[in-house]
């Protein structure tokens, strides 16, 4: 389907033919074309639309209009009252579908529903009392009505034969009124119906029949803040799949209300406050297979039902003693027990044979025995429980999957109860955990770490899923490893009690050697960080304890940054010997990537080292001629070569780098260069020559498959350049992985070729040396260049008018690539302007919503250049520049003066050309719709010697 609208800027019409236009939304005030213009304009239209915003005029339809859209099919009113006079059946014949419409009588809406091709009618009925019915031979299929306004009202539609849906509310379009309290009856549906919707918010008393005999219907909903139900109210029918009844603090459900229903598969009963005699209104029912009771405190049981079909069954607050009668259902699959009050002796939650139970808001010292001696169970969840212990369950002997905990939708705590019973389950397979949000509250699940291999774990935190994500895995790897009860219980435990990840103890005897071995043979990579600092610190120590020498004996473990090749060739150069098990004669073990069978090394006999000493001691037996005194003009050269942004001398430093080693100030030049190139030849060549090379940071980063390769810094699909939201988006990520240090630089090497992506240093809260150091370099003379820094020049780089105007008016669209940018905030060093003297402040076209942060400590500033950003407002701190003298407030959204220049009594230059918004399609035309940026008289009166720029 094709949209268009009408609005005062298309007039007056063209004669343009537009024949792709199925829908129009009517949008005009006044000046309305001739509705033979109209239809000469849209000749297929099928839709007719009004707006339904108050501040719209309407056009309603009229006889005329559809002699000239002979397709139209649908109205959309926009809330338009209609009376009977307003609707002409020869005219409307082909209308199918009409919704907003205000109805105030029943002869306005029979005649509605006497259109012979209507089947779809959404209505708003407003009036006092009214006896709505069908029209005889109706067509209609779906009906809507939205009762604003009425004391009394009557509904039958029982000559609509086609009628299939019904929906009757309270509600408007925008979200739910003030509840409307009625009579609503007699309310009649016809024997097609299929799905029937009584939802409000008011009191109503409701009467029937509500169905006939012989109805099959799908759905039956009803639901109000208090509803009385009229005896016999819900008629006679055949068999209805679901019944939905609701009612809050409403008048005794009658005994009889479901005496017509012939069969029902489904009922879901939410009675708070409600009373019902639960055995009279349920009975026999041989059919039924799904029985849901919520907040039914005061229904009871007073009698047993039989309902031999059921298979799932759900209580809220009923208590245990009144669901005897379950023990009859042969065929019940799962039974929840919500708040089901004192178990007692459990006896009944021995004899229940279903596959699935579910405990919720217990207060037990453990499980009943005859429920720990159920047999039949497959599924156990206990929800918020309060009991210490679960008990032994090793009779269970059909339990299959156990979940303990759940949160409820507030977030409630609870104290997660001893799991050494799980342990005793001895056929499980799978075992979740929700822990509470305190999770000092989880000091029972320790025993989760102690789980045969097997059997499968999962943790969920409420609301915080990628922390429940990450407490899976890492649970996963503890569980599995070669590791000691005591300490998987240890390890698992600090884990818990360990928020964040960045938190974690550094301490070697919290986590020690099997801790981070297990964790690296995992795959884990939120903790390899931590794991490959303690391997740093750990081949630190081996070193010096043994020094690799001719007579040490290395085992490599896991993946080396060395080929088998070049190790072999050291070891025939240097003495070593390789070993190719894990033998006693082994001295140190090179742990690299993905390493397995870490269990088998012995911390305490074996030294652990990494690349990094490897090539320490490589390099130191035999530097490389790069690598030696006197080479300074040939590594000069090298740096060169990797500063050029031709790829081929890229190419060709990493060839000379082979033969003649790396040296330090190598180290980001080539990541760079890494990080950049789109060759894969190249990067494994790089990857090669910084093996065992930086920090243990620096190695993950290196092997981290995260590129930025030359689509990053590429066009869109309309040939602009996509700016600095791609980098933005990328970088945002890499801290937890490289660490924030290694990020920055990298930023400033990206930004030092390129010109972008130093705008996520830009926006960075926690102030560090690195950080200071690049601000320090968009320091001109007095100037902070941030414009410079923001990187934001290309995307506006020969742009042309037309592109000016739009990625003035949406910048979120037009000057970042699928909203990857977001709103960035950038963040002033606080102590620079007490270091360095700055009198002014280049921040045009730095993609700014609002000053950045700390702008008020730059109280020498005499000139600011806000142009070209979508600032609405100015701070108040921007009154701490008592020295500032030049404002540019141009290209930005203001709409109205911001009341702090007033504050600004040296100011003698100010800039508001074009510092409002451009209108859609009006662009900076007043006569559309623009509103220039105006200084008030007020100020003009108060800065007499200040310049004003103001469109013309």
């Known amino acids: 389907m094709s949209y268009e609208s009408l609005c005062h800027y298309d007039l007056p019409l063209d004669g343009e033919v537009i024949e792709d236009a199925d829908i129009l939304t009517y949008k005009l005030k006044d000046n309305h074309p001739e509705w033979a213009a109209l239809g000469h304009r849209y000749p297929n239209l099928t839709h007719y639309c009004l707006s339904d915003r108050e501040d719209s005029a309407c056009r309603p339809p009229e006889p005329e209009m559809y002699k000239h859209f002979p397709k139209l099919t649908h109205l959309s009113l926009g809330q338009l009252p209609l009376t009977s006079d307003d609707i002409d059946p020869a005219s409307m014949a082909k209308i199918t579908s009409i919704d907003g419409v205000v109805v105030r009588d029943a002869d306005t809406f029979a005649k509605l529903t006497a259109l012979p091709a209507l089947t ?12 709505l019915c069908a029209a005889e031979g109706s067509q209609l299929k779906r009906l809507s009505i939205e009762i604003s306004a009425a004391e009394r009202l009557s509904i039958d539609l029982t000559h609509a034969l086609q009628l299939q849906k019904c929906h009757l509310s309270d509600f408007n379009y925008f979200g739910r009124r003030e509840g409307v309290d009625m009579a609503l009856g007699p309310v009649r549906m016809p024997r097609s119906i299929k799905e029937f919707d009584l939802s409000t918010e008011g009191k109503v008393a409701l009467s029937g029949p509500l169905l006939q005999a012989g109805t099959k219907a799908g759905q039956i909903r009803m639901q109000s803040r208090q509803m009385t139900l009229a005896p016999g109210a819900l008629g006679e029918a055949a068999h209805i799949d679901l019944l939905h009844l609701n009612s809050r603090d409403g008048s005794p459900i ?51 039902v039989s309902l031999p079909a059921l298979t799932r069954a759900e209580f809220d607050g009923t208590p245990l003693p009144q669901l005897g009668w379950l023990t009859d259902c042969p065929k019940l699959s799962k039974l929840v027990l919500n708040r089901p009050g004192p178990l007692g002796d459990g006896a009944l939650l021995g004899r229940i044979t279903t596959q699935e139970l579910v405990l919720s808001d217990i207060k037990e010292a453990e499980l009943p025995l005859p429920l720990r001696q159920n047999t039949h169970l497959e599924t156990l969840q206990i929800r918020l429980p309060e009991m210490p212990t679960l008990g032994d369950l090793s009779a269970m002997t059909g339990v299959r999957h156990l979940r303990i905990g759940g949160n409820d939708h507030n977030g409630r705590n609870y104290v997660v109860p001893n799991l050494d019973d799980a342990l005793t389950l001895p056929g499980v397979e799978s075992v979740r955990l929700d822990l509470p949000q305190d999770q000092e509250e989880a000091t029972g699940a320790e025993a989760l770490a102690c789980l045969p291999h097997h059997v499968f774990c999962m943790v969920d935190l409420f609301n915080r899923g990628s922390r429940g994500e990450q407490l899976s895995k890492q649970l996963s790897i503890i569980k599995n490893a070669e590791l000691t009860e005591e300490q998987k219980r240890r390890y698992w435990r600090v884990l818990l009690d360990t928020p964040k990840i960045k938190d974690l103890p550094s301490d070697d005897g919290v986590l020690d050697a099997p801790f981070h071995m297990a964790m690296l043979e995992g795959k884990h990579t939120p903790l390899k960080s931590l794991a490959h600092n303690w391997l740093q610190r750990t081949s630190q120590a081996s070193i010096k304890a043994r020094p690799l020498d001719e007579t040490a004996v290395l085992f490599i473990c896991g993946k080396s940054g060395f080929k088998a090749a070049e190790l072999k060739e050291k070891a025939a150069e240097l003495g070593f010997t390789l070993s190719k098990t894990l033998s006693d004669n082994v001295s140190h073990v090179v742990l690299g990537g993905n390493p397995k069978n870490t269990s088998a090394i012995d911390p305490n006999q074996h030294l652990i080292i990494d690349d990094s000493a490897l090539k320490q001691w490589f ?74 090379l930086g920090s243990a940071d620096f190695q993950l980063a290196v092997n981290d498959r995260v590129y930025f390769e030359d ?27 490289w660490g924030r240090p290694l990020v920055i630089d990298f930023a400033k090497a990206y930004f030092d070729r390129y010109g972008e992506g130093l705008l996520w240093v830009l926006t960075q809260k926690e102030e560090c040396p690195q950080r200071r150091t690049i601000i320090d370099g968009l320091v001109e003379g007095e100037t902070l260049n941030w414009h410079k820094g923001c990187g934001m020049a290309r995307v506006l780089e020969g742009a042309d008018e037309e592109r000016l105007e739009n990625c003035h008016r949406s910048p979120d669209i037009y000057m970042q690539h699928c909203f990857d940018l977001g709103s960035p905030k950038t963040r002033l060093p606080e102590a ?48 701490k520049l008592t020295e500032l003298e030049e404002l540019d407030l141009s290209y930005n959204h203001f709409y109205e003066f911001p009341k702090v220049l007033m504050k600004l009594k040296k100011l003698k230059r100010l800039d508001l050309r074009r510092a409002s918004p451009p209108q859609y399609r009006g662009g900076y035309d007043t006569d559309e719709g623009y509103e220039p940026l105006r200084a008030p008289e007020a100020f003009r009166k108060a800065f007499p010697q200040c310049e004003i720029l103001e469109d013309e």
């Open 120 to 131: 779809e009618l959404k209505l708003r009925f407003h009036g006092h009392e009214a006896d």
């Open 832 to 879: 620079l302007p007490r270091d360095t003297r700055i009198t002014e402040l280049a921040m045009h076209n730095c993609y700014l919503d609002s000053l950045p942060a700390n702008i008020e400590h730059y109280t020498d500033v005499t000139r600011l250049n806000l142009r070209f950003n979508h600032i609405e407002t100015l701070s108040p701190k921007l009154a």
């Open 711 to 737: 689509d990053l810094r590429g066009v869109d699909w309309e040939g602009h350049p996509t700016g600095e939201g791609p980098m933005m988006k990328k970088l945002k990520t890499l801290p937890k992985r």
């Open 619 to 692: 390099d130191a037996a035999q530097p490389r001629f790069l690598q030696q005194s006197g080479s300074e003009g040939m590594v000069e050269t090298v740096l060169e070569m990797l500063a050029s942004p031709d790829h081929n001398s890229h190419k060709v430093a990493v060839s000379m780098l082979e033969q003649g080693g790396v040296t330090e100030p190598m180290l980001m030049p080539l990541f760079l260069a890494l990080k950049t190139t789109s060759d894969k030849a190249m990067r494994k060549t790089i990857q090669g020559l910084l093996a065992g």
């Open 254 to 304: 009658p005994d009889d209300l479901l005496d017509g229903i012939e069969a029902m598969d489904s009922l879901w009963l939410w009675l708070h406050g409600t009373r019902a005699n639960l055995t009279a209104l349920i009975g026999n029912r041989p059919q039924l297979r799904s029985l849901h009771m919520y907040e039914c405190g005061l229904a009871e049981f007073v009698g047993p």
